[in-house]
Nanobody, 126 residues
Framework: QVQVVESGGGLVQAGGSLRLSCTAS????????MGWFRQAPGKEREGISY????????FYADSVKGRFTISRDNAAKMVYLQMNSLKPEDTAMYYC???????????????????WGQGTQVTVSS
């Protein structure tokens, strides 16, 4: 049984940092591309970052580019999202997801991902 579990969310002041972690079990981790998404209340889900199996290629949404960094440790079966210079508009539930194929320009499309975590809440106060 595949499980994807996020952690690391919390309450932080604007300008602060958080690092989200995601672990995936029940699958061969380094066969899977990984993405981070977020959804704020009343808003659509937004793809914010993506990393390929080897970690060689990453993508970012314009809204987080230059502030967030995605990385992975295949030996530990972990993917991370380092979030710096947080803003109140970054407040959302953050989800980690696994995709078995290279999504390229479609990486923000949630249908590209097979497995999803339950999410971790990030709240940024002003």
């Amino acid at each position: 049984q595949v499980q994807v579990v996020e952690s690391g969310g919390g309450l932080v002041q604007a300008g602060g940092s958080l690092r989200l972690s995601c672990t995936a079990s029940g699958l061969t981790f380094d066969d899977w591309n990984m993405g981070w998404f977020r959804q704020a209340p009343g808003k659509e889900r937004e793809g914010i970052s993506y990393i390929t199996r080897s970690g060689a290629t990453t993508f970012y949404a314009d809204s987080v580019k230059g502030r967030f960094t995605i990385s992975r440790d295949n030996a530990a079966k972990m993917v991370y999202l380092q979030m710096n210079s947080l803003k109140p508009e970054d407040t959302a539930m953050y989800y980690c997801a696994a995709s078995s194929r290279y999504s390229g320009g479609f990486w923000t499309d949630g249908s590209q991902y097979r497995y999803w975590g339950q999410g971790t809440q990030v709240t940024v106060s002003s």
